[in-house]
């Protein structure tokens, strides 16, 4: 089973319901914990309950409800995949500022200073996702072939045979980034301070974030950069399961269920733009019993 309890410890937070501000939750626990914090004095929205019916209106203007069933549904074989289907995603921006506070508004930097060497998710997670990225990778013998992943650590997901080709890495702990045996090349920025990708326009086949999305709190700006980094038809794949980083996570996702997150990833690149529609797979390898996986995936358009 991953470690959810990695090693530094922050003391710059107030510790709330019994919760340490370092350690991964789920979404659910997250949400259930959510109706003891009336007592909680954090200087910010209180993110659970705006942002829901906020999200609920959303939700219906794009054609989707945000019921039970349908959070509930998304346990149902080739329910996650429908989310991003049909989707009239309104003209405007769904989005509002106070959808990407954090509780830890404190540098990122400091949080992840000290390297933390554990895995997010658990074994049958990284497998499937290792599974899907042999499915949708270029052939590793692919000339010129070049891949990002993006909030990366130590872990790579990648299948192996990609370590002779070009692999960037991109995340805020120099050690974690060291360790990361198949990296080529990696680069610390503070994407949330910086969302500015330092590489050439349509350099890369493909590039990765794994249960790192939820952290950005400039995110069209990072998909934009994404856009032009990417190579025509270059594809762009996010992973994520149901935990996070809580005080860290921006509070439209902390605040929302699993088909959600499909959602708002989905817009990401839709009001990106440059994108083709986005697409949500569901690799969960045993629902119920082990960490599920979600991918929300795009291509970047031929023209764009
Ligand atoms: C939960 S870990 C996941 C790491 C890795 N993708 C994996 O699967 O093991 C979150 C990662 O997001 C990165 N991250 C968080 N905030 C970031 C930011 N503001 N800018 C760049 N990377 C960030 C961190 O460096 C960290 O490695």
Not at 222 to 235: C, D, H, N, T
Request: with cysteine; net charge neutral; hydrophobic share 40%.
């Amino acid at each position: 089973m991953a470690n959810r309890f990695p090693i530094i410890l922050h003391h710059r937070l107030p510790i709330l319901a019994g919760v340490h501000p370092n350690s991964s939750i789920s979404c659910t626990q997250l949400l259930k914990r959510s109706k003891n914090l009336s007592s909680c004095r954090v200087p910010r929205r209180l993110v659970f309950g705006i942002g829901v019916s906020f999200w609920a209106q959303f939700m219906s203007m794009a054609g989707k409800s945000v019921t039970t069933s349908f959070i509930a549904s998304a346990r149902t074989k080739g329910a996650v995949e429908q989310i991003l289907q049909n989707v009239e995603w309104p003209e405007q921006f769904p989005f509002k500022e106070e959808d990407f506070q954090r509780f830890d508004e404190s540098s990122d930097l400091v949080f992840y200073e000290s390297p933390r060497f554990v895995t997010h998710i658990d074994d049958p997670a990284i497998a499937a996702l290792t599974k899907y990225y042999k499915e949708v990778f270029p052939p590793s013998n692919t000339p010129g072939v070049a891949l990002l992943d993006m909030c990366s650590s130590w872990v790579s997901h990648f299948p192996a045979g990609y370590k002779q080709e070009r692999i960037a890495g991109m995340g805020l702990n120099e050690e974690e980034l060291k360790a990361n045996k198949v990296l080529t090349e990696y680069i610390v920025q503070d994407l949330n301070t910086n969302p500015k990708l330092p590489f050439e326009d349509n350099s890369f086949d493909v590039i990765t974030n794994v249960v790192s999305v939820d952290y950005l709190t400039k995110p069209i700006e990072v998909f934009k950069e994404m856009r032009r980094i990417l190579k025509p038809g270059g594809m762009a794949i996010m992973s994520f399961s149901n935990r996070c980083f809580f005080t860290k996570a921006i509070s439209i996702w902390t605040s929302t269920g699993d088909s959600d997150h499909v959602m708002i990833v989905g817009a990401y690149f839709h009001y990106a733009g440059g994108f083709e529609p986005p697409q949500a797979v569901d690799i969960s390898p045993n629902p119920g019993r082990s960490d599920p996986m979600y991918i929300v995936h795009s291509r970047k358009q031929a023209t764009a």
